[in-house]
């Protein structure tokens, strides 16, 4: 559960040597870049990765592409993104263009067709277009302004007046209609019109290079990337220099290829003042956990890794909330549907593992609460020989959902606690621990009625709350010390709200059970009260009941799954937020 441990690196070389170093430093994938450039810090990129995605889409969605080019030697990658995206802007903006005539040119259709004069023809005065109300028109001559009616209809008249500046208080709305006559605007609409068939007929011809730009895309961000980093690095003729973090076991290595290339090399720890970014590194059926982290915060290079905790904590907690096991076994055969093609990329393998987790602790805990789409296994039947708990027993169902809570925040405070190198420091959390472990045996102990569990629990805590008065603040003076302490005791307040929360647990999947088995009342009620027909009521009762039943349980899943993990279990658990280690990596192989 520990953060990989980097070192800061720094390469320096002559100029002409940079290019074919960022390529071999992008092929060896484990340098986190750091500006030494300020103007490269927020450059962007000569052809993003993003831009090159855009020009692949704008191609694949033409209906109609022709036939593919095969010889790679006639292709140029980075000409035909610039060509597709410069189509793309020329498109949209003509098409921008050409709804703003339309509505221009039927604004213009009540005024009728005229030509507006020269400049200066009118001895200073301009024409102002107004939409009067037709009860509003007879103060119009009141106003003294010089004015013509050109239209009407059953609500309004069209209005035009001649003056220096625009009228005060004259009734009506004013029309904006430009300077151009509509004369001008259709003779501008054509010209657009045919300009959109010229971009649509160079987007259908580069069609024909979709499938060599499709299978160039990693090269494209590749080079993306290369154009970003060399940005950044710092540059003074003939040298520059490039500036990043490393895994500590890469150091080697990298060492070894400056010293081929005859390049200045130089790594060491991190010191005190640094903020090195966080590398999270778990085995890959494991490694969903760090994206599940990642969504919320990413922990501090000094903290430590709550991949794998929060992978397994999440698994549970989605498998208690959904609490049947018919509702997970149709998320395995969807799961098992997509598997062969959430296989083919590196972030779907990571999300099969997760699924297949998910999928396994719903059926479990479905199991062992007898749920199979809200119907319970008649009692001698093989499924009921594993109906261990009933979820109707709600003291017992909500002292599992307290233990479970107990338990996630101890394991946080203990992590919190490992992860300090500081052991004054470390009693703080472990005080916490003990806090929530003597509350959990306190309250086991007298449900249980055990005298000695209780007392145990009762010591407990107060052991654990002496840690928290004296280890809050370890290092200042005596009286500091001690303030500090008793602000950390008001915490206990937190930790008992926090571990209430996990009653949740049961909440939510008590409400998702009770829903299916009222979903199948529904159906066997209609189905007895309307013979024949009502069979074909009740199956679309019982299918789309259940099927909303299940959508509302996997978001409450999804949704107090992570939030008892992002919220109670992180609050306890990780105290620094820090940066995501993100290595300069090629993504062509």
């Not at 430093?25 to 000569?46: S, Y």
């Not at 703003?100 to 259709?109: P, Y």
């Not at 472990?430 to 009762?458: F, N």
């Amino acid at each position: 559960m520990s953060i990989v441990r980097l070192q800061k690196i720094t390469l320096a070389g002559l100029s002409d040597d940079r290019a074919k170093l960022l390529e071999d430093i992008q092929a060896m994938g484990c340098v986190h870049v750091v500006p030494l450039n300020a103007e490269g810090r927020g450059k962007p990129e000569l052809a993003s990765s993003a831009e090159a995605r855009t020009a692949l889409q704008f191609l694949a969605s033409h209906p109609h592409k022709r036939r593919q080019v095969r010889d790679p030697a006639r292709f140029d990658a980075a000409e035909v993104e610039r060509q597709a995206l410069d189509v793309r802007r020329r498109l949209q903006d003509l098409e921008d263009e050409r709804d703003f005539l339309i509505k221009r040119i039927q604004a213009f259709a009540p005024w009728g067709e005229f030509e507006f004069p020269p400049s200066g023809a009118l001895a200073g005065y301009r024409i102002w277009f107004y939409l009067v109300p037709l009860k509003d028109v007879p103060s119009i001559a009141k106003s003294g302004q010089v004015f013509e009616i050109v239209a009407r209809d059953r609500r309004q008249a069209y209005v035009l007046t001649f003056a220096h500046e625009e009228p005060r208080d004259f009734p009506g709305v004013r029309v904006h209609l430009g300077d151009r006559s509509r004369r001008q605007l259709d003779d501008r609409l054509d010209e657009v019109e045919l300009a959109l068939e010229d971009a649509a007929a160079e987007r259908a011809y580069l069609t024909r290079w979709y499938e060599l730009l499709r299978r160039s895309l990693d090269g494209l961000e590749d080079r993306a990337a290369r154009s970003k980093v060399e940005a950044q690095t710092y540059v003074r003729d003939p040298l520059f220099a490039l500036h990043g973090w490393a895994p500590a076991e890469s150091a080697g290595p990298i060492a070894e290829y400056a010293k081929e290339q005859n390049l200045y090399f130089a790594a060491e720890d991190p010191g005190p003042d640094d903020r090195p970014p966080s590398y999270l590194k778990n085995p890959s059926w494991l490694s969903a956990g760090e994206d599940l982290v990642n969504f919320y915060m990413t922990p501090g290079y000094r903290t430590w890794d709550p991949s794998v905790v929060v992978f397994l904590s999440f698994a549970l907690f989605f498998g208690m909330i959904l609490a049947d096991a018919g509702y997970a076994a149709v998320l395995g055969g969807l799961l098992l549907i997509y598997w062969k093609k959430m296989g083919g990329t590196e972030s779907g393998r990571r999300y099969r593992a997760l699924g297949s987790a998910l999928v396994v602790c719903g059926a479990v805990w479905g199991v062992l609460i007898g749920s199979y789409f809200g119907w319970e296994p008649e009692h001698g039947t093989f499924l009921s020989r594993f109906h261990l708990l009933d979820m109707k027993d709600s003291n017992t169902m909500m002292a599992i959902s307290i233990v479970i809570g107990c338990v996630h925040v101890i394991l946080a405070n203990l992590c919190d606690a490992w992860r300090r190198q500081d052991r004054a420091e470390s009693l703080a959390p472990v005080g916490w621990a003990v806090v929530v472990a003597g509350g959990l045996a306190l309250g086991g102990g007298s449900v249980l009625q055990i005298d000695l569990l209780a007392t145990l629990g009762s010591g407990a805590i107060v052991f654990g709350l002496v840690l928290v008065l004296l280890f809050s603040e370890p290092h200042e003076k005596p009286l500091k010390r001690m303030l500090g302490g008793l602000h950390g005791l008001t915490e206990i307040s937190r930790a008992f709200g926090d571990v209430l929360s996990y009653l949740r647990l049961f909440a939510l999947g008590m409400a998702g059970a009770s829903l299916a088995i009222e979903f199948n009342h529904m159906a066997s009620g209609l189905m007895d009260a309307v013979p024949g027909v009502g069979l074909l009521f009740a199956l679309l009762i019982l299918v789309l009941g259940h099927v909303l039943n299940i959508i509302l349980g996997i978001a409450a899943a999804v949704i107090h799954g992570l939030r008892l993990n992002m919220i109670e279990f992180f609050n306890w658990g990780l105290k620094e937020e820090g940066s995501l280690f993100q290595p300069f990596r090629r993504k062509q192989t």
